[in-house]
């Protein structure tokens, strides 16, 4: 199993940056992919971004690229989501989810933190 944590998120305006955290425990040595996904309120949750654990390779949403960048400290077990130029339909809960070897989908999820964009 692995455990996931988010941290980070909070009240930003318009324009305005944050750094998501998603600390990554128990058996890290079976990640394949992490990624972000959020949902707002009355919407289905939507991928965001993802990160090969090993390799790095990165994959994004079109709604977010160049806004966005995925990272990961290999070393640290740690992933991060750089958000910046906020926009208001930003605002969701991100989950951090964990896709191990092996598996066939994202099976891990951590519960989740706020993203509020103020106009």
């Known amino acids: 199993q692995v455990q996931l944590v988010e941290s980070g998120g909070g009240l930003v305006q318009a324009g305005g940056s944050l750094r998501l955290s998603c600390a990554a425990s128990?058996?890290?040595?079976?990640?394949?992919?992490v990624g972000w996904f959020r949902q707002a309120p009355g919407k289905e949750r939507e991928f965001v971004a993802s990160?090969?654990?090993?390799?790095?390779?990165?994959s994004y949403v079109e709604s977010v690229k160049g806004r966005f960048t995925i990272s990961r400290d290999y070393g640290k077990n740690m992933v991060y989501l750089q958000m910046n130029s906020l926009k208001p339909e930003d605002t969701a809960v991100y989950y951090c989810?964990?896709?191990?070897?092996?598996?066939?989908?994202?099976?891990?999820w951590g519960r989740g933190t706020q993203v509020t964009v103020s106009s």
């Open positions: 989810a964990s896709w191990l070897l092996g598996r066939n989908e994202y099976d891990y």
């Open positions: 990160i090969r654990w090993s390799s790095g390779i990165t």
């Open positions: 128990g058996r890290t040595f079976t990640l394949y992919t």
